[in-house]
């Protein structure tokens, strides 16, 4: 309907087009989504130009999309054009400039290079916690769980189990204790104190690592026989 009455180039049809995308990424169809992502995306910088913030967030969805798909190196270019374009127009504190300096953390620490996440993370660290205050300190904690890992899985333990710890604080306030995100960050410090462990043992650092274990477990659901 908005092809017809309005055209391919109005924002209430790229709009469409992106929902549509969207709904097909929810429901696992990711390579169904792709045109429509693709669509949107193109037809965003033609109408609305590569800076404009629906432009840059197509751009964001595209990588989002292509991580999905465990495509990470493709996805990097998306997130960082988007980055720079949020960082330019809507500026550093901006919870979208944040959120794709968050998506480019995460997709480093994926692909095992955690010093340039570090160096990603804390360079926003501040933004981040101007940005996210409140009730909103949930999405500060999903930040610092990048942060707390990167630091952990290059040995800087103390640190690392600081910055978990925060996190974990934050998200289990702000989604819950058995929220995905929150399970995550569990998952991320029983690693961190396996590791510490192993660089120094006979610290307690295993016994913590049982502790987290444990509450791990709890959030687990159960398997049948």
Known sequence: GCRRVLGDDHPDTMASINNMGFLLKSMGKLDEAMPYYREAQDGNR??????????????????ALLQSMGKLDE???YFREALDGRRRVLGDDSSYT????????????????????????RAGESAARRAWTGPNTRWLGNYLAKL????????????????????????????????????????????LYDAWHTAEPGKGYDAKAEKWRAKLAKTEPAQDD
């Open 75 to 77: 996805a990097m270019p």
């Open 46 to 63: 033609r109408v609305r130009g590569d800076s404009h913030p629906d432009t840059l967030t197509s751009i964001s969805n595209m990588g």
């Open 148 to 191: 707390g890992e990167a630091e952990g899985a290059t040995n800087r333990f103390a640190k690392g189990e600081a910055t978990l710890l925060e996190a974990h604080k934050l998200l289990a306030e702000g989604f819950g204790d058995e929220h995905d995100r929150t399970t995550k960050c569990i998952a991320k410090l029983v690693t």
């Open 98 to 121: 944040l959120s794709s300096l968050n998506w480019i953390g995460y997709l480093l620490n994926k692909l095992g290079k955690y010093e340039d996440a570090i160096e990603e993370l």
